[in-house]
């Protein structure tokens, strides 16, 4: 796993602003994800849910289905785009461009239903803009 200088010089400032090297260890595994995808599995990652040991599609679509956004909706929400993009719960799509699923919580309550879209939150959902959302990411 080969990252790129300008990744080495992102990771090189993470450290420099910590007092033992190891404290940028979360923020370095960030930065080689982002740039790679996915972390190797020797980073010993299991741990951590939000790194990936294995190449992912290029985007990460979340519905929360905690109960204040089940009340709103959210379930109908996650078939109607299981459906439209042609996927089942933690599915990806057939061109690798999209992993959906669900998170028991994302925080946004008094926005339901919601979505986290990479690291976007998409907050009072109907599944027309839903799609719409999902039909926009290339």
Known sequence: MVIS???RAR????IAQYPQRRGALLPALHIVQSELGHVAPE??????????????????????????????????????????????????????????????????CAYAPMMRVDERYCEDLDLEQARRIVDALE
């Open 5 to 7: 200088p300008e990744a």
């Open 11 to 14: 990771i090189d400032a993470e």
């Open 43 to 108: 980073a010993a990652v299991s741990f951590y849910n939000m790194f990936y040991a294995t190449p992912q599609p290029r985007h990460h679509v979340y519905v929360c289905t905690n109960l204040p956004c089940s009340l709103r909706g959210a379930r109908g929400l996650l078939r109607g785009l299981e459906e439209h993009l042609g996927v089942d719960d933690h599915g990806n799509t057939g061109d690798g461009r999209i992993h959906l699923g669900h998170e028991e919580c994302l925080g946004a």
